[in-house]
């Protein structure tokens, strides 16, 4: 295939988009494209030197005059001038809040054909959606983009539901770096975070928002150490860690629950857990059941957007109701208790993540999409 100058847009902070969209721009790059990264900071994921990806920074200038500093424009004016003296052929936008409608405007102040694709990631439509004063520029900037993709069916159900675009959605799955996410010997953290030898280990990682449900992993946890000895592991940090605390507190869980913040090398905290909970009441993939998936982390998560895309409920996990936490512990508890039980599906997670969403096979299907656009 013909190498491809391929501009890439995400919000670069952490977060499940901007993982995806830094990962793709690594892959693509190590097939030979070269990838131009057009955000406001370097994508935290962005840890390497690779001599064929070029970061470009969004600066906004404050002014006085100005209430709100104009982000939209310096994107859209930073995405004109990258494609005109880059002569990209692609704009790949992750969000069409603001990035797809930043990219039209780029696009038309370049005067060049680069062509734009959108992936859908799920808040830009499961909440934005809902607000009727973006909804127009949500539909706008699905219609005009050239390619429009979502990381699910269920979110290609919802923006078609919510927003009615006159656009066909493709879904193209999300995907994890395998060569990072396995299963690693990290068993000495046990002994580290003071877990016995016989307890199990539950692990929760998200971003501490409402929607992630949080209480409800505390709640089941409750349940599932009353029968069980085992560790909670708490990974991440967000608006919700106030009120968790203060749940564990109420509970008398806090030598069991391990608050251990925002952290790196997911992998080794995946390694010595044995079951990954993910009960959110919105979510449009659900990145850290797959990441759990690909180290052998059978998940337990709810009936809500793309999560039962990517837990297959009794092969490589368990899907509940949300706020069910009777059921999500007695899941838990079956699988906890059952060493067969467990280990099969286990294998079945591994076997999931590097079928269905292995990133060589994610990866040509963006490939693919940029092709036939050219
Ligand atoms: O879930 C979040 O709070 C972060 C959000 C984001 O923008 O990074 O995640 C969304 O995109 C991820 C990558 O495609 C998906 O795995 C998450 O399910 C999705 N979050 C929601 O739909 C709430």
């Known amino acids: 295939m013909k190498k491809l100058k391929i501009g890439i847009t995400c919000y670069p902070t952490v977060g499940g988009s901007g993982v995806v969209a830094t990962e793709l721009g690594k892959l693509l790059a190590e097939k030979g494209h070269e990838i131009h990264f057009i955000t406001s900071s370097i994508p935290f994921r962005l840890n390497k030197m690779y001599h064929n990806i070029y970061f470009h920074q969004v600066e906004v200038s404050q002014y006085s005059v100005f209430q709100y500093p104009p982000y939209d424009i310096a994107l859209a004016n930073k995405m004109a001038e990258i494609t005109e003296r880059e002569n990209l052929d692609i ?3 992750h969000y069409a809040i603001p990035h797809a409608v930043c990219a039209i405007l780029g696009k038309q102040m370049s005067g060049k054909d680069v062509k734009i694709v959108t992936t859908l990631h799920g808040t830009d439509i499961t909440v934005l959606g809902y607000d009727p004063s973006l909804t127009g520029a949500i539909r706008f900037g699905i219609e005009k983009s050239d390619v429009v993709t979502a990381v699910s069916t269920a979110l290609v159900k919802q ?3 919510l927003i009615q675009p006159d656009k066909e959605i493709q879904t193209v799955y999300n995907f994890i770096d395998e060569r990072v ?4 010997d990290s068993r000495h953290l046990r002994s580290q975070y003071g877990i016995k030898d016989d307890e199990k280990v539950i692990i929760h990682v998200s971003n501490f928002r409402g929607v992630k449900r949080v209480t409800d992993v505390v709640a089941s946890f409750n349940l599932i ?3 069980i000895p085992s560790k909670l592991l708490l990974v991440g940090d967000g608006p919700e860690m106030t009120l968790i605390c203060k749940q564990v507190t ?3 869980l806090e030598d069991m629950v391990l608050f251990l913040g925002k952290q790196d090398n997911l992998e080794e905290l995946y390694s010595i857990s044995d079951i990954k909970l993910l009960l959110s009441e919105k979510e449009s993939f659900g990145l850290v059941a797959l990441e759990a998936m690909a180290c052998g982390v059978p998940s337990i998560g709810t009936n809500v957007g793309g999560i039962p895309e990517v837990i297959e409920d009794g092969y490589n996990g368990f899907i509940c109701e949300i706020g069910n936490v009777k059921q999500i512990s007695d899941r838990a508890l079956q699988l906890l208790k059952d060493d067969g039980l467990h280990s ?9 993540a ?3 969403f292995h990133s ?3 990866v040509e299907q963006y490939e693919q999409i940029y092709k036939n656009l050219l």
Do not use: C, F, M, P
């Not at 099969?344 to 999931?352: F, M, Q, R, V």
């Open 91 to 93: 704009l790949h936008v």
């Open 360 to 362: 060589s096979k994610i």
């Open 354 to 356: 590097r079928s269905t």
């Open 344 to 352: 099969e599906l286990s294998k079945n997670a591994l076997h999931t």
């Open 181 to 184: 996410y396995r299963k690693v």
């Open 159 to 161: 923006t078609h539901d």
């Open 250 to 252: 109420e509970l008398g």
């Open 225 to 227: 150490q009353k029968e």
